[in-house]
């Protein structure tokens, strides 16, 4: 249990704690996923080296006025939902942006401004399952990290976790046991 909280309060920390320790010339793009019993919830977060970051705020700020309205957010957000891609079992799931925060250009020119994308999905309920998310959001200067919660629902155990070498790549094998609510509701009377 102890070592279960320790695992838990680095991966928060993770989460919280700003990046400045990437390279200037990448665009950093943290990714944790979440699982629950019927969905999967993905936090990016990305970051914009100095060199990149006139690059990445013109696809932002596409109306150059050095301000993001919340129609360029969403815009730019719709653009990296785009490039990503999240299946389970081989089959396409059909991920919905829940929240986006941007902070400041000024911010995003100086490397330090975080952008945060949090979407989610519906998952099929129980058995063992194979999750696989893919980002080629702006891969020429990017630069992956992906990694999965524990999940807080016991009835999820991760089996397995692959990625490869850019970890653009990310497959979360899993078991879903019923739960005993479950069970019992197939009992005859």
Same mark, same amino acid.
């Given at each position: 249990?102890?070592?279960?909280?320790?695992?838990?309060?680095?991966?928060?920390?993770? /989460?919280? $704690?700003?990046? =400045?320790?990437?390279?200037?010339?990448?665009?950093?793009?943290?990714?944790? !996923?979440? &699982?629950?019993? #019927?969905?999967?919830?993905?936090?990016?977060?990305?970051?914009?080296?100095?060199?990149?970051?006139?690059?990445?705020?013109?696809?932002?700020?596409?109306?150059?006025?050095?301000?993001?309205?919340?129609?360029?957010?969403?815009?730019?957000?719709?653009?990296?939902?785009?490039?990503?891609?999240?299946?389970?079992?081989?089959?396409?799931?059909?991920?919905? /942006?829940? $929240?986006?925060? =941007?902070?400041?250009?000024?911010?995003?020119?100086?490397?330090?401004?975080? !952008?945060? &994308?949090?979407? #989610?999905?519906?998952?099929?309920?129980?058995?063992?399952?194979?999750?696989?998310?893919?980002?080629?959001?702006?891969?020429?200067?990017?630069?992956?990290?992906?990694?999965?919660?524990?999940?807080?629902?016991?009835?999820?155990?991760?089996?397995?976790?692959?990625?490869?070498?850019?970890?653009?790549?990310?497959?979360?094998?899993?078991?879903?046991?019923?739960?005993?609510?479950?069970? =019992?509701?197939?009992?005859?009377?």
């Amino acid at each position: 249990m102890k070592t279960r909280r320790t695992v838990g309060a680095a991966l928060f920390l993770l /989460l919280i $704690a700003p990046a =400045f320790a990437h390279r200037l010339d990448e665009y950093l793009q943290a990714t944790m !996923i979440s &699982l629950e019993r #019927e969905r999967v919830q993905v936090l990016m977060r990305l970051v914009p080296g100095v060199a990149v970051s006139g690059r990445v705020l013109a696809m932002i700020d596409t109306d150059g006025d050095g301000a993001i309205s919340k129609a360029e957010q969403h815009a730019y957000a719709a653009l990296v939902l785009h490039d990503v891609s999240l299946a389970i079992d081989g089959k396409n799931l059909a991920p919905r /942006l829940v $929240a986006a925060s =941007f902070p400041e250009t000024s911010l995003i020119k100086e490397g330090l401004g975080e !952008i945060r &994308l949090t979407f #989610e999905a519906k998952l099929p309920d129980g058995g063992h399952r194979r999750l696989t998310f893919e980002n080629h959001h702006q891969s020429s200067v990017a630069s992956y990290m992906a990694n999965c919660l524990v999940p807080g629902d016991r009835s999820i155990q991760v089996v397995a976790q692959a990625r490869n070498e850019r970890q653009s790549l990310y497959q979360l094998e899993y078991v879903q046991s019923r739960s005993v609510g479950d069970w =019992f509701s197939l009992t005859p009377h």
